[in-house]
């Protein structure tokens, strides 16, 4: 599997994996990518910005992420603390095929980030009811922080992994 630059002829299978991660949350009664976001002009924008990124095996898509080492300002204001200061990798909109869940491409999808960005650090945050994130996260080493602050003042679980 290979890890690169999302383009724009990938948005259609992007947003299909997107769409379908949608549905699940719905299923699970998550209040998470409920209102039309992410849609195909976040996905646009974040390759114009050259931070969308896709994990691909023999040509198809079977992850995506927005990638960018770069100061989160949601993440600038925490109730609780970092783990550190150091520079970070952030990684938002992380979605996998349905088709594949349960056979560890997420992990893949970030051991590939790490090697393609090598930080020092990631950090992640998710919703209180993705609990399945939540075990992700911490399955994979990251440590609970506290929460943060979306734009629209709706709170989120922030997760740090230090290397």
């Not at 040509?59 to 100061?71: D, F, K, N, S, Y």
């Amino acid at each position: 599997m290979k890890l690169r630059k999302s383009r724009d002829a990938d948005i259609p299978q992007i947003m299909a994996i997107i769409d379908e991660a949608k549905s699940y949350l719905k299923s699970q009664n998550i209040n998470q990518w409920q209102d039309g976001y992410p849609n195909s002009d976040v996905i646009k924008n974040d390759i114009i910005l050259d931070r969308s990124f896709v994990l691909e095996d023999d040509g198809r898509i079977v992850a995506t992420a927005m990638l960018e080492v770069a100061i989160d300002p949601t993440y600038i204001s925490i109730d609780g603390a970092w783990l550190n200061n150091e520079e970070y990798l952030v990684v938002h909109r992380i979605a996998v095929d349905d088709s594949l869940k349960g056979r560890g491409i997420a992990k893949i999808f970030l051991d590939e980030a790490i090697k393609y960005f090598n930080p020092s650090d990631i950090k992640m945050d998710t919703h209180k009811d993705n609990i399945s994130m939540q075990h992700f996260l911490k399955k994979y080493g990251f440590k609970y922080c506290g929460v943060i602050y979306l734009n629209n003042n709706e709170p989120r679980l922030a997760y740090q992994l230090s290397r």
